[in-house]
């Protein structure tokens, strides 16, 4: 009876030890799988997803060539399922990323970024990514990740070429050409002498073509490339028609010529025209710099620059 008690004591002990091996041994093994994973996660260059999360609205900003914008706001308009309360907070974006938690709800967001740009304040609207209008609500439910750009040219989301809104509907600015006895004669409607010979009048086959090369950097701190204008007096027949949209923020030399229904070109001048002819007109030149210029103060209110009106004669 000893030895069977003996004996079944020491199958016993050998079963226990087995056990213990194993739980050694899968936990040191659990233990290296945990740390290779740290390595992986933290390996150079690599970057944990962004998830969204309920209740949250977050993204990111960067201007076109990838750049995070340093600093950017913007407003969140709202109201939350379960109450209906509404709910408005600010963007607050640092190094190109911002979150704001708001709760479940229906929300809309429009965001921008405050600049300063040859001694002058601006406030640039930027575009959200998914093309939303900062008007469209979207639903928290599940997270809103909401990414914008800082597009310098062509039209917001919403409007195209067709819209008749001069000031919000693109992005970066806009110029109206003005050829010579289209519309507007220099003497007597610029410069209010009306006893003086106006100039010669564009012939409306003509095509105008105003040349503009950036004049250091554009807004953004990019390059900026060459923007050719074109306009022909036979095509003006409102006033939106002289006007070309979304052009890049930035100060330019402007030069000018007419190509004409033979193929003969002649060079132009230029004067940028004040605007409401509030201010006496500079003297025409056969080139002239011009510079897009946000006149309103900074407030939430404002997101174009002025539009330059410029006149073209021979």
């Not at 914008?148 to 600015?173: E, P, Q």
């Not at 004409?260 to 007109?281: F, L």
């Not at 002239?288 to 900074?298: A, D, T």
Request: charged share 25%; net charge negative.
């Amino acid at each position: 009876m000893a030895d069977s008690l003996l004996t079944h004591r020491r199958q016993l002990i050998k079963t226990c030890s087995r056990l213990a091996v194993l739980i050694l041994t899968f936990s040191f093994a659990s233990i290296g799988c945990g740390e290779t994973e740290a390595k992986s996660d933290s390996a150079e260059g690599a970057k944990p997803a962004v998830e969204p999360t309920a209740g949250v609205i977050s993204g990111t900003a960067r201007t076109v060539d990838g750049r995070p914008i340093k600093a950017f706001g913007g407003s969140i308009e709202g109201y939350t399922i379960k109450s209906g309360e509404t709910v408005s907070t600010e963007i607050v974006g640092v190094d190109g990323i911002y979150e704001a938690e708001v709760g479940l709800g229906q929300f809309c967001t429009r965001a921008w970024t405050d600049v300063e740009y040859n001694g002058r304040a601006y406030r640039i609207d930027l575009e959200a990514v998914d093309g939303k209008t900062p008007l469209t609500r979207q639903d928290t439910k599940s997270g809103l990740v909401k990414d914008y750009i800082w597009k310098l040219d062509g039209f917001r989301a919403g409007a195209d070429a067709r819209s008749y809104d001069r000031f919000y509907s693109h992005c970066g600015g806009s110029i109206g050409l003005n050829p010579e006895g289209h519309g507007v004669f220099y003497w007597s409607g610029i410069r209010g002498d009306h006893q003086h010979a106006p100039e010669p009048k564009i012939p409306a086959d003509a095509t105008v073509e105003m040349t503009l090369t950036p004049d250091g950097p554009l807004i953004d701190g990019s390059e900026g490339k060459v923007v050719i204008l074109t306009i022909k007096g036979a095509d003006i027949d409102d006033p939106i028609d002289r006007v070309t949209r979304g052009i890049p923020i930035g100060r330019y030399n402007a030069t000018a010529r007419a190509i004409h229904a033979d193929g003969s070109i002649k060079p132009m001048r230029i004067t940028q025209v004040p605007d409401n002819y509030k201010e006496k007109a500079a003297e025409p030149a056969e080139s002239v710099v011009i510079e897009f210029v946000q006149s309103k103060p900074v407030s939430e209110t404002v997101n174009g620059v002025d539009e330059i009106k410029v006149h073209l004669m021979y």
